[in-house]
């Protein structure tokens, strides 16, 4: 158990609906990673929060965007859902002190059906 | 735009043989990770190799990371059928963005 807890498990939905995945990190970590994880692409970067402030961004879509709230939970919003979305998402956190090790939480499975 | 590729893709082994995975680069890193994913969960991080040259052993594992820093290797010792799992090599940039690799998936069949 790495700490880090994402809601939900699972997630089925339907093309250009909007979704929300949740992620807690381990307690006292600072920053929280996306992740995007398919078949064809890999596990891929999406985007960066530090204490409340987006840090980096990576393939993030501009249908995608995330938020990391004063109690350090981070929300992962995923709009006008297209079929190629359904994939693995992942939440990572870092320690306070940001260095490189990411802990990763068990993951979101999406499906866009 | 920095890439890893990782060879092979698969690998289909039977329990008590060596195998090595491999991570390459034409970009140097500041430091290189290895993950063992399993079904349903999350990477789990295996090691962090940081110097050029460096060898790292955990267990039957042993890692290596490329002189000038752009490559590393995964080698696992008389593999058992608990060592299945996916393999992920990445590498952390300068600004501290870890690159991942697309991954080895290795079967160990008793």
């Known amino acids: 158990d790495s700490g880090v807890t994402q809601t939900p498990k699972h997630l089925i939905t339907a093309t250009g609906q909007r979704v929300t995945l949740r992620c807690s990190p381990r307690?006292?970590?600072?920053?929280v990673y996306w992740y995007q994880q398919s078949l064809d692409q890999g596990l891929q970067f999406l985007i960066q929060y530090y204490n409340g402030e987006e840090r980096a961004k990576g393939n993030i879509l501009e249908r995608f965007s995330a938020q990391q709230f004063p109690d350090l939970h981070s929300e992962l919003n995923l709009s006008s859902l297209e079929l190629g979305d359904s994939a693995l998402y992942f939440c990572?956190?870092?320690?306070?002190?940001?260095?490189?090790?990411?802990?990763f939480g068990p993951g979101t499975r999406l499906l866009v059906l | 735009t920095q890439l890893l590729e990782q060879s092979p893709q698969f690998l289909s082994i039977q329990e008590g043989e060596n195998l090595t995975v491999y991570c390459n680069s034409s970009?140097?890193?500041?430091?290189l990770q290895w993950y063992r994913q399993e079904p349903g969960e999350g990477p789990v991080l295996l090691v962090t190799v940081v110097t050029g040259g460096e060898v790292k052993k955990l267990k039957r594992l042993t890692f290596q990371f490329g002189d000038a820093r752009k490559d590393s290797s995964l080698h696992i010792t008389a593999a058992q059928p608990g060592d299945t799992g996916l393999y992920l090599c990445?590498?952390?940039?300068?600004?501290?963005?870890?690159?991942f690799g697309q991954g080895t998936e290795l079967s160990v069949k008793p």
């Open positions: 970009s140097v890193f500041s430091s």
């Open positions: 990572a956190s870092s320690d306070r002190r940001g260095r490189e090790t990411q802990y």
């Open positions: 990445a590498g952390v940039n300068t600004g501290g963005k870890l690159i």
């Open positions: 307690s006292g970590d600072l920053s």
